[in-house]
Each structure stands twice: as structure tokens, then as C-alpha cells.
Nanobody, 126 residues
Framework: QVQLVESGGGSVQAGGSVRLSCVVSGFPKNCMAWFRQAPGQEREGVATIDSRGVTNYADSVKGRFTISKDNFANTLYLQMGSLKPEDTAMYYC??????????????????????WGQGTQVTVSS
């Protein structure tokens, strides 16, 4: 069974930076992603990364956020820069096995992912 534990959230001023981490225990799954959910809103995809390191980003974070992973440390990262108040949300990491013949999800749909962490809060003040 895979367990995902996020950390690194906190309060930051607009324009600042934060790096989130997600430590994976158990047998790691190769397809990973970050999602976020603001109060009163649906959970939305932020970024994905596959087993080869190919990444995909939501338009709202392109050029500001970078997803990466350290396979040796079994850790997923999200480097967040030029933060805006609208980035305020609970951030979750997620994982899933690649589908045979298809590979990792290329969309940012949450129903593609089977394992989830508990989340870490990021609050951006103006």
C-alpha cells in the first residue's frame, strides 16, 4: 500500500515562493501529480509528471510552478513561485500506476489517480 505525506505549506506574501514535498512510502507508483482545492471550489489539477519526467501543467500555473521528483528519495516536489492570492488552497499529491499500453495520465483529471495524501495548506496574502 502506498502512503503519501505532504509538507512544506504555510503562509506567504504575494510574489513569494514555496516548495512543497510529498514523501512516498510503500511501493512507489510512477505517475504522480499535484492537485489543489480552494474553499468552496472543486479540486483541480496543478501539474503531473510521468515515469520519464515528462511534465504537464495547468494554464494557471505555467511558468510559475515546477513539478519534479527524486526517485532515490521517493519524494515528489512542487516549486511554486510568483505566488498569487488565488493560489491559496489545500495542496494534495496523488499517484497511480501507468495503464498498460497507455502510460501515465496526461490530463489533470482527479479521477485518474488512485492514491492521495492528506494535503498541506498554502495561504498567499496580498
Amino acid at each position: 500500500q502506498v502512503q503519501l505525506v505532504e509538507s512544506g505549506g504555510g503562509s506567504v506574501q504575494a510574489g513569494g515562493s514555496v516548495r512543497l514535498s510529498c514523501v512516498v512510502s510503500g511501493f512507489p507508483k510512477n505517475c504522480m501529480a499535484w492537485f489543489r482545492q480552494a474553499p468552496g471550489q472543486e479540486r483541480e489539477g496543478v501539474a503531473t509528471i510521468d515515469s520519464r519526467g515528462v511534465t504537464n501543467y495547468a494554464d494557471s500555473v505555467k511558468g510559475r510552478f515546477t513539478i519534479s521528483k527524486d526517485n532515490f528519495a521517493n519524494t515528489l516536489y512542487l516549486q511554486m513561485g510568483s505566488l498569487k492570492p488565488e493560489d491559496t488552497a489545500m495542496y494534495y499529491c496523488a499517484a497511480v500506476w501507468p495503464k498498460v499500453g497507455v502510460g501515465c495520465p496526461t490530463s489533470l483529471a482527479q479521477n485518474e489517480y488512485t492514491d492521495w495524501g492528506q494535503g498541506t495548506q498554502v495561504t498567499v496574502s496580498s
